[in-house]
C-alpha cells in the first residue's frame, strides 16, 4: 500500500532505480549495528566486560541509542522521501566515499573483535590514564559511539552536502549528541563535571519533595566537599549518588536541539515557538525529576537489582517517549489547526 502511493501515476522501476542509493545508504548503516547486536547478544566479544550483558538492552550506558538512531533516520527518511531522493549525488566518486564512511562502523566493529585493534585502543586509554572498568568499559563504548558517529555524520554529508544534516538532524543528534554525552561522562567520571552536576541539584531536590509528599523516608544532601556532591538516603540503603546523567540534565540539551531542528523545518510562527519550547522545556525538567522519583520507588519497594534495570534501561526511555509524544501533539495542532478552530469556537459562543 506505501510502495503504491509513492510510486502511483509513475513507472516503478524508474522510482526504484531512483531511490536505490538511500536505501542502500540506510542499509549500510544498519549492517554495523547488526553485526556489533549479534556479538554482543552472542557473548564473543574481545572486550570481555561487554560479554556480561547484552549491551542493547542498555540505555545509559549501553548501545541501545544505535537503535533509536536508525529508528529516527527511518521516521524521517520517509517523511522527506521525495526531497531525499532528489539529492541523490551524481558524482562516482562522492557515492564510493560516502558508503566506505558508512562501513568504517563495520571495518571498527571487526578490526576490534577479530584484527588485533582492541589492544591498541586499550593501550591508547592507559596512555590517557584510564584503567580498570573506566578503561574496559567507558572508554571502549566512549570510542565506538564517535567511531559510529562521526562516520555516519560524514557519510550523510558526502551523500547529501549541508541537506543531509537536515534530512537526518534528529537521528544525527541523538547519536552525536549521546557521543559527547558518554564523552563527558568518561573523561570525568562519577558525576564530577561539576556545571552539569550543579544542575542535577535542583531536579534531585524537586524529586526529594515528591518523594516526601508519597510518604516515602527519602532524605537529599548536598555536600561540595565530595566527589559526588548530591546523593539520596533511604532506610537501610546507603546513599544513592544522583549524578547529572541520573537527574537527565543531558536530555533537556537533547530536547533543545531537537526542538530548534524541527522548528527550522517548519512555518510555526516565532511567538508559537517560543511557547512551544517553553512549555516543552518545562515538562522535559518534570519528565526527569519523574525519573529520579521512579529509581527511588523501585528501590525501596523492589530493591537494587529491579531499581538498576530502571536505571540502565526504562529510566532513559522517559524522555524518548516523551519528546517522541510533544513533537506528534505539535505537528497535530499545527498540521489540524486546532488553535484557530478553538479560536474560532470561543468566538462563536462569545457572539451567542
Given amino acids: 500500500m506505501y510502495l503504491n502511493e509513492k510510486f502511483a501515476g509513475g513507472n516503478v522501476r524508474e522510482k526504484l532505480r531512483n531511490c536505490w542509493f538511500h536505501v542502500a ?12 547486536m549479534v556479538l554482543d547478544y552472542l557473548d564473543i566479544e574481545s572486550f570481555y566486560v561487554f560479554n556480561q550483558e547484552f ?4 540505555t545509559f550506558k549501553g548501545r541501545m541509542f544505535y ?3 536508525l529508528w529516527i533516520a527511518l521516521l524521517e527518511s520517509i517523511i522527506d522521501w521525495s526531497k ?27 578490526s576490534v573483535n577479530f584484527w588485533g585493534l582492541d589492544a591498541m585502543i586499550l593501550s591508547f586509554g592507559r596512555d590517557l590514564g584510564f584503567s580498570g572498568y573506566s578503561l574496559n568499559f567507558h572508554w571502549v563504548l566512549c570510542v565506538e559511539y564517535f567511531v559510529f558517529a562521526l562516520s555516519f555524520l560524514v557519510a550523510m554529508f558526502l551523500a547529501y552536502k549541508q541537506g543531509g544534516l537536515g534530512f537526518f538532524g534528529m537521528a544525527s543528534t541523538v547519536l552525536l549528541g549521546m557521543s559527547i554525552i558518554y ?3 568518561t573523561f570525568y567520571p562519577g558525576g564530577s563535571f561539576k556545571p552539569l552536576e550543579m544542575l542535577a541539584l535542583p531536579t534531585a531536590a524537586c524529586a526529594s519533595a515528591i518523594l516526601d509528599i508519597l510518604g516515602y523516608p527519602f532524605r537529599l544532601s548536598f555536600d561540595t566537599s565530595l566527589v559526588h556532591p548530591v546523593y539520596g538516603t533511604m532506610p537501610a540503603i546507603n546513599g544513592i549518588f544522583i549524578g547529572w546523567p541520573c537527574a537527565g540534565v543531558h536530555s533537556l540539551f537533547l530536547f533543545a536541539v531537537i526542538i530548534l531542528l524541527l522548528f527550522k523545518r517548519s512555518n510555526i510562527t516565532t511567538f508559537r515557538k517560543f511557547v512551544y519550547f517553553v512549555i516543552g522545556g518545562v515538562c522535559t525538567y518534570f519528565v526527569n525529576v519523574l525519573r529520579i522519583v521512579s529509581y527511588f520507588v523501585i528501590l525501596w519497594g523492589n530493591g537494587k537489582d529491579n ?3 530502571f536505571h540502565n534501561t526504562t529510566g532513559e526511555l522517559y524522555f524518548f517517549f516523551w519528546i517522541l509524544i510533544y513533537i506528534l501533539i505539535i505537528v497535530s495542532i499545527e498540521k489540524f489547526m486546532l488553535v484557530e478552530k478553538v479560536r474560532f469556537i470561543i468566538h462563536r459562543k462569545g457572539q451567542k
Fill in 25 to 36: 545508504l540506510l542499509v549500510s548503516f544498519s549492517v554495523p549495528v547488526m553485526v556489533l
Fill in 84 to 110: 531525499v531522493i532528489e539529492k541523490k549525488p551524481k558524482s562516482h566518486l562522492r557515492i564510493v566515499l560516502c558508503f566506505f564512511c558508512a562501513f568504517i562502523p563495520l571495518i571498527y566493529v571487526l
Fill in 55 to 58: 549491551r542493547f538492552l542498555s
Fill in 307 to 309: 531499581a538498576r534495570v
Fill in 183 to 185: 564523552a563527558i561522562d
Fill in 67 to 69: 537503535v533509536f538512531f
